[in-house]
């Protein structure tokens, strides 16, 4: 693989080895897995059964604890699949700028960290319910507020790990820009659409009526369509050697 003078960016030039798009295969197939993971996570349990009431939702948990260790294990594989795809876009991003392909590596990474804390946080949830004999000191609407709250934290996780998210994802788009393995629109539109997710998450966290003002599904959908797409194209049409890479 020929690379550029060290005096420029890293860009590859036009042929791409089997073993980046062996890799490119399998990101776009956990791009696609990943978000089919968390629509069945949260269309099943999350958006079912956790409600605004603490005693209702505490109910619910225990009315159907097999579905909310179903949750947990949907959390678990989310994490193994974004690892996967960490490592795949890595290798696949390695050859254009090793440097910021470690650093979308890095941020992917603390993001799926979150979701092991929100996998942590259900199990305590769970507990709080349970029948452990030294919970019986709090009384039982107390231990449905701090079961609520476990849960609650969950989403305070999620939204900490989303400028993360972004972040690598915005990484990524300007590489595949920069290299061209995949048309300049869609890439340009993962950009646009990963900055945006950014920019949301950190008015959130800094000013938490931004989500009033901006309805909190807008700030990842964007994304979430581009990863989609980048998933399909990377699946079926895989890298794009370009002769021509841009070095500006």
Same mark, same amino acid.
């Given at each position: 693989?020929?690379?550029? @003078?060290?005096?420029?960016?890293?860009?590859?030039?036009?042929?791409?080895?089997?073993?980046?798009? @062996?890799?490119?295969?399998?990101?776009?197939?956990?791009?696609?897995?990943?978000?089919?993971?968390?629509?069945?996570?949260?269309?099943?349990?999350?958006?079912?059964?956790?409600?605004?009431?603490?005693?209702?939702?505490?109910?619910?948990?225990?009315? %159907?604890?097999?579905?909310?260790?179903? &949750?947990?294990?949907?959390?678990?594989?989310?994490?193994?699949?974004?690892?996967?795809?960490?490592?795949?876009?890595?290798?696949?991003?390695?050859?254009?700028?090793?440097?910021?392909?470690?650093?979308?590596?890095?941020?992917?990474?603390?993001?799926?960290?979150?979701?092991?804390?929100?996998?942590? &946080?259900?199990?305590?949830?769970?507990?709080?319910?349970?029948?452990?004999?030294?919970?019986?000191?709090?009384?039982?609407?107390?231990?449905?507020?701090?079961?609520?709250?476990?849960?609650? @934290?969950?989403?305070?996780?999620?939204?900490?790990?989303?400028?993360?998210?972004?972040?690598?994802?915005?990484?990524?788009?300007?590489?595949?820009?920069?290299?061209?393995?995949?048309?300049?629109?869609?890439?340009?539109?993962?950009?646009?659409?990963?900055?945006?997710?950014?920019?949301?998450?950190?008015?959130?966290?800094?000013?938490?009526?931004?989500?009033?003002?901006? %309805?909190?599904?807008?700030?990842?959908?964007?994304?979430?369509?581009?990863?989609?797409?980048?998933?399909?194209?990377?699946?079926?049409?895989?890298?794009?050697?370009?002769?021509?890479?841009? @070095?500006?």
């Amino acid at each position: 693989m020929k690379i550029m @003078n060290s005096e420029k960016p890293e860009i590859v030039t036009g042929v791409i080895g089997q073993t980046q798009q @062996n890799a490119a295969k399998v990101a776009g197939f956990t791009l696609i897995f990943a978000i089919a993971i968390v629509v069945i996570s949260n269309y099943s349990v999350t958006f079912r059964f956790i409600v605004p009431d603490a005693a209702e939702t505490a109910q619910n948990l225990m009315a %159907h604890k097999a579905s909310f260790r179903f &949750n947990v294990f949907c959390n678990l594989i989310y994490l193994i699949t974004l690892i996967i795809m960490t490592t795949s876009f890595y290798v696949v991003l390695r050859p254009v700028n090793k440097n910021f392909a470690l650093a979308a590596a890095f941020a992917r990474f603390v993001y799926a960290l979150m979701w092991s804390l929100m996998a942590i &946080n259900i199990f305590s949830a769970m507990r709080l319910l349970g029948d452990t004999g030294f919970l019986e000191v709090f009384e039982k609407g107390q231990l449905q507020a701090l079961s609520k709250l476990h849960l609650n @934290n969950s989403w305070d996780a999620y939204y900490v790990g989303l400028p993360f998210w972004g972040l690598a994802s915005t990484v990524i788009s300007y590489l595949l820009f920069k290299s061209r393995y995949i048309p300049k629109a869609l890439a340009i539109f993962g950009i646009i659409s990963s900055a945006w997710c950014v920019l949301c998450a950190f008015a959130y966290i800094i000013f938490p009526g931004y989500g009033e003002i901006v %309805h909190l599904g807008l700030f990842d959908v964007p994304l979430t369509i581009f990863e989609v797409t980048l998933g399909f194209w990377l699946l079926i049409k895989g890298l794009q050697a370009h002769p021509n890479p841009i @070095n500006k």
